[in-house]
Structure formats: structure tokens, C-alpha cells
């Protein structure tokens, strides 16, 4: 059986408030706050892009799972924001972390379910038998237009999955996908903010993709909502996640662990990945672990996961994500975010 | 000119309905309406509907509603008046069968509003372009200049226009056809975020797709169709300035109360004879000023009759039985047709939990613009 030897996670320490964005445009932050649940978003530095973030997070996976990283046979990071249009993001994540050159790189693109689509692959090829090792990435330094909805949400960070065979931190029992033509959310070549569909994003898109492929996964699994002590649903806001889970019959105590976004804001192709890395930071071995992600376009992964007794043991070998959402931390102005997210125009 | 009766009616659920297309939703309106009247031929159809062509790209709509309805050959037209698309269809519909020249018409009203365009735009172009919108303003804004006006000269609060809202999710939660099957409180209301001050967002109808249809015949022929028809007795319709701020009292809906006037003389009757009414609460601030415009609360004192009841079933006249624009939803060509439906169920008794006990005479007005142009409907019961 196959699954994950090791996960790490990455986010950077800027942070700007709802309030200062909502300040700056004029809208009332309680009412964002209320109807978003959203409280602070993380901003990358100058010096953080979808391949450093990819780095830290992928190094953290390899220190929890104790190998020599020239084992890794693929790498694969889903992202929106891969720093280049051509030129993968992957080959300097390999090199950074020590691997290569025998390895199989891809960048994969699937809006915000980007992450799990490299970590399906990643799992297909060592169950397969092709490789030993894969790592699976979900990495983003958001866009959001300014005066967008999404500019609240919008955020950077991600989370690294390292999948093998053998000393598996977390057991993988079940996968599913479920995916259509829908164009809720887009962003075409050479535009640098995305488009949506306002409210075509949410019943026809997020919730008819995530309910399909969660209730699909459980039927697979022959199990229910109570089985599970966790599950993390793709967060684009702090609602759409609750609102989801509920509608499949989970609590708000399994729903919790994995809900960062009210602190950290949506990480695109890294949010329903850090979510996972935020419940393996505290869950107890036996616990079953439901993860659904969602891409615009649209999509769903999900995957039935359960904790092994090693999971414990070795976790502790990497910062856990709560640690970098509660830790330092370096609040900005809307200025300065407008500076570090290029917003601003500037002679050369 | 012959006495005409609505034999039959039939109308989608209204909501953002993404599954389905602006035809989709005319024909299940339409076929519903000639379903429920066991009818299988159309001497005319009469579409209202105010911007397709915006909303989603397509005109045109008279030969495209009848090829799919499968009646491709039958005169078919779309009616356009901003939001009283519906109504002026209805009376269109109506002066046909009137006049002799049809015997038995469709009509009906039809708006797909969630496509992906900015309605807000869209909506815009019902006031002037060169007066109005140029200079930036909205309906929101537009309504909040009107509530404005109103609480100015008469003294009315954003309480008083709180419970219009009140009143109209409580009447829509018992509507199965309604997009917000849902009460609020005075509380919530004035909590919601502000859109255009004073209104704020549980004072606006919302962006909604449906579509309804009534069929129309002499009266003399009605028995044919069903044994419960419900006649149209009179008719009204009138237009004021385009341009809100050229009216002589921005607080005064002057269209609609000359559009009553023609519609209560030509029926022979007066408001204090009207048992339910259905009229065009785009905003609540709508509401007060047409029920004032429509003879059923003195000027200036609109803004009492949700707070004390009067306007609520089970009081003097029930107003929007049906939810209303607020509560039902406002796909704006087809507002015009669904209040239509509603009186005509009221009549036959067949409203259900939101019936009005005894009801004979009913009374839809709808309006476009900021009331710019308004059409009334008075009906009674034909058995």
C-alpha cells in the first residue's frame, strides 16, 4: 500500500488584515468579515514566489519522512502562479532540495485544485511501482484584482506531500475525481488578475463539484461523515468550506483543524493542502481524514486518508502550520502590500 | 371592445436558476399556462421582456418563443417597458382579445438574469442615459433619492421602510415560487449593509430567471378552458418624465397613480373596492409610494401600512400576498405576468396558504424605471 512518508508546509510571515483592505476601498469591514469570515490574509515578500514557498514546504515533507531525497523519482508542483509561463517551476525545486538528475518534473495548472492533482500523481506513480518516491505540491502567491472580492482571500503559502511504500506516516485508502466543463473562474494568457462569474461561483461550481466528488469518495469508501475525525473541504472564503461540510453531515469539531482561512486566506493550489498538513500536525493515529479540494473549470480530488502510529513520532521534525500562523508575524499596510504585490507602476 | 378572462397561468420557480436558458424558461412558463387550460393553439403572444439582448445577447424574441413552444407561424412579438415589460405584454394581450382581432393569446414575461453580465448596467438603461446615468447614478440610487424625498416631506423612516421587508418575506415564505422562501426581522434589515443610503440590502429585490404566462380569452368562451376564469376588468397604463429629477415631487409616483386612474375608471371601480393587490416593490421605498399613488393610504402616510398590518394578510388590503418583488424575486420582464398569476390564483382561491379570505377584486400594478411608466390591471372573479 502506498501513502505518505512525510508532508511540510510553508507560510510566509506578511500578513494584511480584511480591515485594512476593506479601509482602503471604502467597504465596512464587519460586514466583509461577516460574509467572508475572513480576518487576515498572508502576503508573500519580495523574495517569496510559488518556487520558494514550494522549497520550504517540500524540505520540511523530506526532514519528516528521514530520506535521502535523491530517491524521489517525480516531482510535481500545481500552482497559478508558477513564476514563469515557460520554464517549470519544478527544476529549481529539485535542485534546491537536493534531487535530480534522474527525476520526472511537471508543473501542473488546475486552478485551486492544482495541488492535489500533483499529489494524485504522484501517489498513482508510486503505487504503480515506477517510482519509490514522488512528491506531490500545491503552491501560490495568489492573485486577486484590486476592489475584487478575491483581493480579501487571495494569499500565499502551500504544502508539500511525500508519497513511498513503506514507514507510511498516513495510509491512502481511497481516491476519487469528479469533474466538468464549467467556467466559474478563469484567467487567460497574458492577464495577470482572474475573472469569475460572481455567483456562478458558488452552487453550479464550489459546491456542486465538492458535494459530487466528497459524497462520491464516501460511497467508494463505504463510509460516512461520523466515520472520520477530520475533513478539510478547498477554501476560497471562510463559508463555503462550513457550508459544505455541513451539508454532508460534519461538525464543526471535524471541520475546524483544517479550516485555516480565516488567518491565512486562500492559497489557491496550497489551501485545501494546508489544511491537510494542519490536521496531521495534531491528528492521533487511527483517524480517518477526508480531503476535497475544488478547481474552477471545474474539479474536485478526494482522498480518504488514515493516520499511522508513526505519524507522531516523526511530525516533530518540521514547524507545524499553526506555529507559522500564529508565529512572527509582520503586518502591512495596504501601501506596502500594494509595493509587494507589483500593484504599483514604476519607472525601471 | 369584448369582456376578456385569464383562463390560465403558469410560471417557474424563480431564482438564479443556472440550469436553465432564457427559451428553457419561457417554454415551461408557457406550456404550463396552455397545460393548465387544456388549450393547443395560440392566435397571438406578446413576450415581455426588458433586455435579452443585454442579459444574454439574444433579441428577437417573438419568433424564438413561438418556434419553441413549437407554434413557429403564430404572431408573436416581445413588449418592452424597462421593469413593466410584463404588465404592458398583459395589456397588449388584453386589448387583442378585446378588440376581436384574437381569440385566445399568450402573454407572457420572461428574464434570464444570471449570465455573467453586469445587471447593475444592464438595469441602468431603463433611466436616462444622458441625464441620469452619465452622471454615475443607479436604481439603488435613484429609489434612495425617491425614499429621500419621501422621509423629507411626510416624515417616513428607514423603520418604516424595514417592514415593508418584513412583511414581504413573511408573505414569500409561504410561496413555493419564491427565491428567498425566508422571514426577516426589522433587526436584520437595518443591519444589512447599506447599498444607496438610506436603502440598504434587505430593501432591494434581487437579480432573479423566470418566467410566466397567462392565457387570455373572450369571457364568453372562457367556460371552454375552465370553470374557474378570472376576468380583466379594466386596464390602465401611463408614463411620466424619464428623468426622476424633471417630476414636479420626486416623492410622488405620478404614472402610476394616472395609470390607476385610467385602470379604476375603466373597471368602475375605486381602491376602497380592491381586496389584494399586488404592486412593484423593486425597493421598499417602491412600495409605499405606489400604495399612496394607488388610493390605498393617504399621501404621506405609505409608509404605516406594513408596520400597523393594513398591508399584511389578514389586514384591510393584503399587499404582495405573493412575497413581492423583494421576497418572490424580480426577473424584470416577467414581474409584470407573475403578479398577474398571483391575483389570479387569490381569485380562484387557490393561493393556499397565503390566500386572502374571500378575495374578489384584486389589483396588479407594475412599473418601469423609476416609475417612469406604470401599467394596472384590475380583476374579478369570473364564476
Known amino acids: ?348 | 371592445m369584448r369582456e376578456v378572462a385569464i383562463v390560465g397561468a403558469g410560471m417557474t420557480r424563480f431564482g438564479e436558476l443556472w440550469k436553465y436558458s432564457l427559451r428553457d424558461l419561457f417554454v415551461e412558463a408557457a406550456r404550463g399556462a396552455l397545460e393548465s387550460a387544456g388549450a393547443d393553439r395560440l392566435d397571438s403572444i406578446y413576450v415581455g421582456n426588458m433586455s435579452g439582448g443585454q442579459f444574454v445577447g439574444q433579441e428577437h424574441l417573438g419568433p424564438l418563443c413561438a418556434d419553441h413552444l413549437g407554434m413557429a407561424g403564430v404572431a408573436a412579438a416581445r413588449v418592452e417597458s424597462a421593469c413593466a415589460s410584463g404588465g404592458v405584454a398583459l395589456r397588449l394581450a388584453y386589448l387583442d382579445v378585446a378588440s376581436g382581432a384574437s381569440d385566445l393569446v399568450l402573454a407572457a414575461g420572461v428574464e434570464k438574469m444570471n449570465d455573467g453580465a453586469d445587471v447593475t448596467a444592464v438595469l441602468a438603461t431603463a433611466s436616462d442615459q444622458e441625464n441620469e446615468v452619465y452622471h454615475g447614478i443607479t436604481f439603488p440610487g435613484l429609489y434612495a433619492m425617491i425614499a429621500r424625498a419621501h422621509m423629507a416631506a411626510f416624515g417616513t423612516t428607514e423603520e418604516d421602510l424595514a417592514w415593508v421587508s418584513v412583511k414581504n418575506h413573511r408573505h414569500g415564505a409561504k410561496n413555493p415560487n419564491a427565491q428567498f422562501r425566508r422571514e426577516v426581522t426589522v433587526e436584520e434589515v437595518m443591519a444589512s449593509s447599506p447599498v444607496a443610503a438610506p436603502l440598504r440590502l434587505l430593501h432591494c429585490s434581487p437579480v432573479t430567471d423566470g418566467a410566466a404566462a397567462v392565457l387570455l380569452c373572450p369571457l364568453s368562451e372562457a367556460k371552454k378552458y375552465t370553470d374557474r376564469p378570472v376576468k380583466i376588468r379594466g386596464s390602465g397604463f401611463a408614463t411620466s418624465t424619464l428623468t426622476l429629477a424633471d417630476r414636479e415631487n420626486p416623492a410622488v409616483l405620478d404614472a402610476v397613480q394616472l395609470a390607476a386612474e385610467r385602470a379604476y375608471k375603466a373597471a368602475g371601480v375605486g381602491p376602497k373596492d380592491i381586496q389584494v393587490a399586488e404592486v412593484h416593490d423593486c425597493f421598499s421605498i417602491a412600495e409605499i409610494c405606489c400604495i399612496e399613488a394607488l388610493g390605498f393610504a393617504d399621501r404621506g402616510r405609505g409608509g404605516q401600512a406594513a408596520r400597523s398590518g393594513m398591508t399584511a394578510l389578514g389586514g384591510k388590503i393584503p399587499v404582495n400576498t405573493s412575497g413581492g418583488l423583494k421576497s418572490k424575486g424580480h426577473p424584470v420582464g416577467t414581474t409584470g405576468v407573475a403578479q398577474a398569476i398571483e391575483i389570479f390564483e387569490q381569485l380562484r382561491g387557490d393561493a393556499g396558504e397565503r390566500q386572502a379570505n374571500g378575495a374578489r377584486i384584486g389589483l396588479t400594478q407594475n412599473m418601469g424605471g423609476s416609475g417612469a411608466s406604470s401599467v394596472v390591471h384590475i380583476y374579478e372573479r369570473g364564476f
Open chain 1, 1 to 348: 500500500m502506498a501513502g505518505i512518508v512525510g508532508y511540510g508546509a510553508f507560510v510566509p510571515r506578511n500578513r494584511i488584515k480584511s480591515e485594512e483592505i476593506a479601509r482602503q476601498w471604502g467597504k465596512d469591514p464587519a460586514v466583509i468579515q461577516r460574509g467572508l469570515l475572513l480576518k487576515e490574509k498572508s502576503v508573500p515578500g519580495f523574495d517569496e514566489d510559488t518556487i520558494t514557498i514550494s522549497v520550504a514546504a517540500a524540505r520540511a515533507a523530506i526532514d519528516r519522512a528521514g530520506i535521502d531525497p535523491m530517491r524521489i523519482g517525480a516531482l510535481y508542483i500545481g500552482s497559478e502562479s508558477h513564476p514563469y509561463a515557460v520554464k517549470p517551476s519544478g527544476t529549481v525545486v529539485a535542485e534546491a532540495i537536493g534531487t535530480g538528475p534522474e527525476i520526472h518534473i511537471a508543473d501542473f495548472e488546475f486552478a485551486c485544485k492544482a495541488g492535489t492533482e500533483a499529489m494524485f500523481v504522484a501517489l498513482g506513480l508510486v503505487e504503480s511501482g515506477r517510482v519509490d518516491y514522488a512528491m506531490g505540491i500545491g503552491a501560490d502567491t495568489s492573485q486577486g484584482a484590486p476592489d475584487d472580492a478575491l483581493e480579501f482571500s487571495a494569499s500565499a503559502g502551500g504544502a508539500a506531500f511525500l508519497f513511498g511504500r513503506d514507514n507510511l506516516l498516513v495510509d491512502v485508502l481511497e481516491t476519487y475525481s469528479y469533474t466538468t466543463d464549467t467556467a466559474d473562474f478563469w484567467r487567460r494568457e497574458g492577464e495577470f488578475y482572474p475573472r469569475h462569474g460572481g455567483r456562478f461561483t458558488g452552487e453550479p461550481a464550489y459546491f456542486k463539484h465538492v458535494l459530487a466528488s466528497a459524497r462520491g469518495i464516501l460511497e467508494k469508501a463505504n463510509l460516512k461523515a461520523s466515520d472520520f475525525r477530520y475533513a478539510v473541504f478547498h477554501m476560497p472564503n471562510g463559508k463555503f468550506p462550513l457550508s459544505a461540510g455541513k451539508t454532508l453531515g460534519f461538525k464543526q469539531e471535524q471541520l475546524e483543524t483544517g479550516w485555516v482561512v480565516p488567518q491565512m486566506g486562500n492559497t489557491y493550489s496550497g489551501s485545501s493542502p494546508t489544511g491537510l498538513a494542519a490536521i496531521l500536525d495534531i491528528a492521533d493515529p487511527g483517524d480517518l481524514i477526508l480531503i476535497t479540494s475544488f478547481g474552477s473549470g471545474a474539479g474536485s480530488d478526494s482522498f480518504v486518508l488514515k493516520a499511522t502510529d508513526l505519524l507522531p513520532q516523526q511530525r516533530g521534525r518540521a514547524p507545524t502550520v499553526q506555529s507559522m500562523l500564529q508565529g512572527p508575524r509582520r503586518y502591512l499596510t495596504y501601501g506596502e502590500y500594494a509595493k509587494y504585490r507589483e500593484k504599483l507602476i514604476v519607472n525601471d
